[in-house]
Antibody
Framework: QLQLQESGPGLVKPSETLSLTCTVS??????????WGWIRQPPGKGLEWIGS???????YYNPSLKSRVTISVDTSKNQFSLKLSSVTAADTAVYYC???????????????WGQGTMVTVSS | DIQMTQSPSSLSASVGDRVTITCQAS??????LNWYQQKPGKAPKLLIY???NLETGVPSRFSGSGSGTDFTFTISSLQPEDIATYYC??????????FGQGTKLEIK
């Protein structure tokens, strides 16, 4: 059974770079049928898609965050990572990694999620 | 950008009630609309894909309908374990995605 697990610091200082890793277990990140994504949720608020990556390294970012986001993949470790630079308090959120199934419609959805990790931006 | 507007933002209902949530897209998204359930402190869970298809293992009291710009999510008979926040999500303009703002469902 495929599982995703986020890891990384729970506290980041303002203006620094937030770095998180998602480890995929029970399956291969190199499957041609899936994309891998990051989604965040500020406390008490809704879900915001941050970006996605394909095992080949192709990336897609939310235009509102694009200038600060880098997503990368390490197929040898079955992991993908998120870097968000120049963080502020507005970046405080639970960060989820998730699998997006299928390359094109229909049936595209985020069908497997990690448990999420809380990241607080504070000095 | 495609905007998704859910209503209501919160809802209180009794066990056994029929519950309906709507989601409106700012432009035609065909049936590229998914529904997720998020219980407190947990990750979202996919319930409905492509507007009306029940994900494997999801109870049949959950259903969805609609196409174009207007979509509906229904719980036919509310159960205590259905207390959660529900989100719609469009994927018409892949690889971009947009979530609705969520509907918080509470027991009356």
């Amino acid at each position: 059974q495929l599982q995703l697990q986020e890891s990384g610091p729970g506290l980041v200082k303002p203006s620094e770079t937030l770095s998180l890793t998602c480890t995929v277990s029970g399956g291969s990140i190199s499957s041609s049928s899936y994309y891998w994504g990051w989604i965040r949720q500020p406390p008490g608020k809704g879900l915001e898609w941050i970006g996605s990556i394909y095992y080949s390294g192709s990336t897609y970012y939310n235009p509102s965050l694009k200038s600060r986001v880098t997503i990368s993949v390490d197929t040898s470790k079955n992991q993908f990572s998120l870097k968000l630079s120049s963080v502020t308090a507005a970046d405080t959120a639970v960060y989820y990694c998730a699998r997006r199934r299928y390359n094109s419609a229909p049936r595209v959805a985020f069908d497997i999620w990690g448990q999420g990790t809380m990241v607080t931006v504070s000095s | 950008d495609i905007q998704m507007t859910q209503s209501p933002s919160s809802l209180s209902a009794s066990v056994g009630d029929r519950v309906t949530i709507t989601c409106q897209a700012s432009q035609d998204i065909s049936n590229y609309l998914n529904w997720y359930q998020q219980k407190p402190g947990k990750a979202p869970k996919l319930l409905i894909y492509d507007a009306s298809n029940l994900e494997t293992g999801v109870p049949s009291r959950f259903s969805g309908s609609g196409s174009g710009t207007d979509f509906t999510f229904t719980i036919s008979s509310l159960q205590p374990e259905d207390i959660a926040t529900y989100y719609c999500q469009q994927y018409d303009n892949l690889p971009m995605y947009t979530f609705g703002q969520g509907t918080k469902l509470e027991i009356k």
